[in-house]
């Protein structure tokens, strides 16, 4: 969708909220391309890239799981996972709890040699918060929540 669709919300808006917008677009729009650009170096997809890293926060978890985590289908966490697994980034164990079912997790040797690849980003976040005093904060970081969960909510709307 281009600017020109969201003028029409420049009247609903205050400067500030419609110039919020804009660089939230422009926000997502760059961490796709950051993403894919990293991807690219480590040998995968987005998708893939993407779910590994719900995995690393995560721990050990299903298929199902990781399928709610990420909002995709189980088929498509199923080929990530293949895919993945192949790669040498996860391995399928049993789960400890019940040896019927079987959870999937990071290989420490295939997630080690990704952090490097994050490590400016990280030091240059850590400096963009340090800008910010707790109360400030908190209302980015419930910002960031209420976004997030919105947008899951938004994909499992359009499955």
Do not use: W
């Not at 500030?16 to 480590?42: D, G, P």
């Not at 997790?105 to 295939?110: A, D, W």
């Amino acid at each position: 969708m281009s600017i020109d669709n969201h003028q029409h919300l420049e009247g609903e808006m205050t400067p500030l909220q419609y110039e919020l917008l804009l660089e939230l677009r422009k926000n997502s729009a760059r961490a796709v391309m950051l993403h894919q650009t990293i991807s690219e170096k480590l040998g995968l997809n987005t998708t893939d890239h993407k779910c590994l890293d719900f995995l690393m926060n995560s721990g050990p978890v299903t298929a199902g799981k990781l399928a709610e985590l990420t909002g995709l289908t189980t088929g498509a966490v199923t080929n990530v996972i293949d895919r993945l697994e192949q790669s040498g980034y996860i391995m399928r164990d049993k789960d400890p709890n019940d040896r019927r079912r079987v959870v999937v997790k990071p290989v420490r040797e295939g997630v080690n040699s990704i952090s490097p690849l994050f490590e400016s980003v990280l030091q240059r976040t850590l400096q963009i918060m340090a800008q910010y005093d707790e109360r400030q904060t908190g209302v980015i970081l419930d910002f960031l929540k209420q976004c997030n969960e919105m947008s899951l909510e938004e994909m499992n709307k359009l499955k």
